[in-house]
């Protein structure tokens, strides 16, 4: 998630702790125009922490506050990495324990992880690497569950509650995608939960695969159930909860809720999980669906409320818009907004209605004088429509295109597919634009081009093919740009070089070929660039050697060749180099030992070659090293067991001679270390 601009998400009581005891409206806690969201209550009540994109440069916080909604406190205040799921309370309330995974690296504090935090906002530690799921505490607070990518696979892992005495319990099986990226680094594990005994957890994989239940005496597997439609389609578990006595346990697949006994039994199906719309009071408005049974029979009730027609011309009449006469321009943008309602719910729900100002409509920000709809930001998937409506996957609405004042679209994760629609050009105020994890295909429209005023432009995780158009370098105010994760070919345009605003590009995960061209004094501010995992070759460009700014460089997975500049020691405010996966020789710069900011230092399969340089002992907050499977020679220099800040270090795969630095087995985790594989002793303290 990179959250930025001016997208408006609210917390209410009811979006934290469910209905209300007494029913009634909800009361919005939060209104900065930041987006905002999974809310948990403290143990005791007294508290409210949830995640906030409150902050400049995509970085999303852990924040916290009374229920009223005062005494708004940032637990996280120097943390740069973005925190996207679920902070977890610990029992006594004095702990909160999230996971952090995007590639925001601005600190060493800001590594992907499992992280703590005292509930005053002290004592933030990274506890473990690698976290690929949600993260649960034990009842009594004394471990955390989660689980971990190791080598090539994903363990189930628990850690005490200061990160010592780590225990590998079982492997997750079925993480495995059926075709595509097979890295466990990149895969998500849905979900984690403890018995409320503290004997079992209870683990649901992905949508493909049954939960399972692991008992912590004897790590033991045994599946509780998958869910199946009358069609004979497998679906696997979203997630899975205990009751509150451990009985039973709760199951979500992607279109139904089902109870199953712990102990194992049949599977009960409790309702459609996706088919009631509700109103604004919580009041079921009309039943789409119904699940009939233990065979999860869907019976539409009602598939034709979709196409209900819409008086658009009710927007003037004084209700939708209050004041029509000072504010055509609204009653226009209200107009086209029913017009594209249908397309946006997509089988969900939406509030939007003439007979509601549009100030209470669903995921509008209104401005300016006249008012106007400046934001439409529906956050990811909040309206899952029911399988049997056939809604969930349609065309980006070209309507769009007549919210000609709109400063934010953000429609991430909605299942949008076919391609973008060049209409979304006229919308020249918009300043970000954020389709991401949706099923866009076909080329990116040139058109985008003329949002002179866009600063955040992500399309990331889409299907999108063909090249990366040139026409997005007339994006001058362009602060951010996403396109990873799709399909694009062809070179990196040379178009690019004037944006002279950009402080992230990310073009990784695509089929990118040609050179890494840049020119002098390019993308001056530029922090953060990933091109991994695309075709790229020809040598690491020197004048990338000259953007000083740079905190985050990930080139791995290409083709390039020749050596590692010595200069790249010159850009002291990396805190992640990764070049791992290219054809890169020579020798190890000793100059990169000046990057005392560096936090992971990754070149592996590489065919490197000479010795690992004494000065990368000079790399005080190094947390992870790795050099596997390089072609090094030599010892392993003593100076590395210096590194007091070392997590995780890789050096098998080459030809080291000597002994292990006995520092090193002392300071870095035997789960995090091949050093013990090497077949090297260890070296004899120094008289």
Known sequence: MKAMGTKRRTISTRSCAGRLPGGGAPERLTTDGAYDNFPSWSPDGSRIAFLSGRF??????????????????????????????????APDGQRLAFVAYSPYYRRVSSLPGLYTVRAAGTELRRLAPAVRSPVAWSPDGQRLAFAQAVDDTVMLVTVAADGSNRQPLVPIEGWQPPSGDRDPNHVWINSVAWSPDGTRLLVSVNDRHPAFIVELDRPHRREVGILRNPAGRFHGVRAAAWSPDGAQLALVGPSLVAIVPAEGGPIRGLAESVGIAVNTEGQPTRDLVVLSGSDFDWQPLNASVLDTPVDATACGAGVAVPDPDANPGL??????????????????????????????????????????????????????????????????????G???????????????????????????????LDLSGNQLTEAIPPALGQLANLETLDLAKNDLTGPVPP?????????????????????????????????TLDLSDNQLTGPIQLAPGQWPGLRELELQNNELSGPIPIELTQVTSLEFLNLGGNDLTGPIPPALGDLTSLVVMALGGNQLTGAIPPELGALTNLGVLSLPLNPLTGTIPAELGQLGNLSDLDLFNCQLTGPIPSELGQIESLFSIRLGGNRLTGCVPPALIANVPAANSDLRDLGLPVCEPAA
């Open 331 to 400: 009653v226009a943008d209200c107009a086209a907004l029913l017009e594209v309602q249908q397309a946006l719910a997509g089988g969900g729900a939406l509030n939007w209605s003439v007979d509601r100002p549009m100030a209470a409509w669903d995921g509008l920000t209104l401005g300016g004088a006249p008012l106007r709809v400046q934001a439409l930001a529906l956050g990811e998937t909040p309206l899952t429509p029911s399988p049997a409506l056939g809604a969930l996957h349609r065309p980006l609405p070209a309507a769009l």
């Open 402 to 432: 007549k919210l000609t004042h709109l400063q934010a679209l953000k429609l991430r994760g909605h299942r949008f597919t076919g391609p973008i629609p060049p209409e979304l050009g006229q919308l020249t105020a918009l300043r970000e």
């Open 471 to 503: 026409d997005l370098g007339q994006l001058a105010a362009l602060r951010e740009l996403d396109l990873s994760g799709n399909q694009l070919t062809g070179p990196i345009p040379p178009e690019l070089a004037p944006l002279a605003n950009l402080e």
């Open 56 to 89: 400049y440069g995509g970085a999303v916080h852990l924040v916290t506050m009374a229920p009223d909604g005062s005494d708004i406190r940032d637990l996280t205040p120097e943390f740069g990495a973005v925190i996207q799921h679920p902070p977890q309370w």
